[in-house]
């Protein structure tokens, strides 16, 4: 459990980041033009000044994003001041001591729009941080021992913000996976986002070996019926296919080639 000046301090950190407000980005302005027809910075700004749509339509969470940098910021007292799940709420009550404005820019043209951050919504920005989570103690040290040292402390944001699926099986695998990280040449942090990325998609009970293989099987065959579409559709029509009844899968082939490069890897290298 942390000290309250742990919890003041973290407070203060997350409010200083967004001191000078912020601008939208181009997910959030396409996600309020989209969804909720707000395709103007006068029609945003109205969302904006809106507290109940701005809870309802959760734009407040779409705002307060945190990125890898400020993570990253926040990692070496998050990591020394061994923040329990209980320390949620402190730390959430500090944020709210006063009541935390965001002022957000709609449109260069117009006054920026202050919005209001609920207790739930600063709940869930701490939530996303990791504050609470704590990292396997034997992973820490396998981090500290086989990941270079320029990347030790995103090895562990990335650790953090995840959910992993509760087991040894996980824990155990990715282990194995730092250990053999330097001979197989493995690249940090890149290839560890993407190794996390595959363990949170892998049920909690089975072996991530075998795990792994039926998730490949499942990959390949989506990019089989994939190719299989695409040779269908330069044979016939559209207007042909559509009548049969067909769809058409969306699946990005790159990635998923790469998803699968990935998988024959890490089975070939850690799997027995």
């Known amino acids: ?88 709420m402190a730390v959430v009550a500090r944020l709210q001591e006063p009541a935390w404005w965001l002022e957000v820019v709609a449109d260069p043209a117009l006054p920026a729009c202050r919005v209001n951050v609920a207790a739930e919504q600063a709940l869930a920005l ?69 190794v996390l990325d595959l363990m949170e998609q892998l049920p909690p009970t089975e072996p991530v070996c075998s795990a792994l293989g039926r998730r490949r099987a499942v990959l390949a065959a989506a990019l089989d019926s994939r190719e299989d579409h695409r040779s269908r559709l330069n044979s016939a029509a559209m207007e042909t296919l559509m009548l049969q009844g067909m769809r058409a899968p969306y699946l990005d082939g790159a990635a998923t080639a790469e998803t699968l490069t990935l998988i024959d890897r890490l089975c070939r290298a850690l799997c027995p």
Not at 27 to 54: F, W
Not at 78 to 85: L, Q, R, V
Not at 166 to 180: I, N
């Open 126 to 194: 701490v939530d996303r941080i990791g504050v609470g989570r704590a990292i396997d103690k034997q992973l820490a040290l396998d981090i500290k021992a086989f990941v270079p040292e320029a990347f030790q402390a995103a090895a562990r944001v990335c650790l953090r913000q995840r959910i992993l699926p509760p087991g040894r099986h996980q824990t155990a695998f990715l282990r194995r996976f730092l250990h053999a990280g330097t001979p197989c040449g493995w690249v940090f942090p890149e290839q560890w986002e993407k």
């Open 1 to 88: 459990m942390a000290s309250i000046d742990h919890c003041n301090e973290l407070a203060r950190r997350i409010r200083h980041h967004w001191k000078n407000g912020l601008a939208l980005d181009q997910g959030v302005r396409h996600y309020l033009a989209s969804v909720l027809g707000a395709d103007s910075g006068e029609k945003i700004a109205a969302i904006l000044g809106d507290p109940q749509q701005c809870r309802s339509a959760g734009i407040v969470d779409l705002l307060l994003v945190p990125d890898r940098r400020f993570a990253l910021d926040l990692e070496d007292l998050i990591e020394a001041a061994d923040f329990g799940p209980a320390d949620k």
